[in-house]
C-alpha cells in the first residue's frame, strides 16, 4: 500500500504518541520528533514510523525531518508556547499545508484561528462533544 501522507508529529506526548500510532497504522508516512529519546520509547514496537531526537522548535531539525515534503505537521508537545511557535515555523517558513497546533489556552487558539492555523484544543474539542452527546443547548453569546 502506498503511503498517503508525510506526517511529522514535533512532541511525544500521551496525544503525539496516539496520534502519531494511528496515522503509522493507517499507511501514513509519519516521523516522530522529541527532545528526550526515552519519550520516543512510548510509540511501542508497532510503531512503523521513523523517530528523531531533536528540539523540534529548530528549524535545522525539522529540516532534518523533512518538512520541506511535510504535508501536515501536529505540534504536540506538553508546552503552548513551543507549540505556536512551531506551528508558524511549519506553516509560515516551510510552507507545510496542514499544521496542527496542541494548545490548551484559549487566547493562543485563537492567535492561531486568527493565523489561519487550525488549534487543536482538547478542552473545546470536549466541550463541544458534551453538547452534542447530550443534546443540551448552549447560551446564545456561546454560538
Known amino acids: 500500500m502506498a503511503k498517503r501522507a508525510r506526517i511529522i508529529v514535533v ?14 497504522a493507517a499507511g501514513h508516512d ?9 519519550a520516543l ?8 514510523g521513523e523517530t528523531l531526537t531533536g528540539d ?16 501536515h505537521l501536529v ?8 507549540n505556536l511557535l512551531i506551528a508558524e515555523l511549519a506553516s509560515e ?10 494548545v490548551d489556552d484559549d487566547a493562543l487558539a485563537d492567535i492561531l484561528d486568527d493565523m489561519g492555523i487550525a488549534p487543536i484544543c482538547p478542552h473545546r474539542i470536549c466541550e463541544d462533544e ?7 443547548t448552549r447560551k446564545e453569546a456561546d454560538l
Open 130 to 136: 458534551f453538547f452534542r452527546l447530550t443534546g443540551l
Open 56 to 71: 523540534g522548535k529548530s528549524a535545522l531539525v525539522l529540516e532534518e525531518c523533512g518538512v520541506r515534503r511535510a504535508t
Open 41 to 48: 520509547d512510548g510509540l511501542g514496537p508497532d510503531f512503523d
Open 93 to 102: 517558513i516551510f510552507g507545510v499545508p496542514h499544521v496542527l497546533p496542541l
Open 11 to 24: 512532541g511525544c506526548s500521551l496525544f503525539g504518541c496516539a496520534v502519531a500510532q494511528a496515522l503509522s
Open 30 to 38: 509519519v516521523i516522530v520528533v522529541d527532545m528526550q529519546e526515552d
Open 75 to 82: 505540534a504536540a508537545t506538553g508546552d503552548d508556547a513551543s
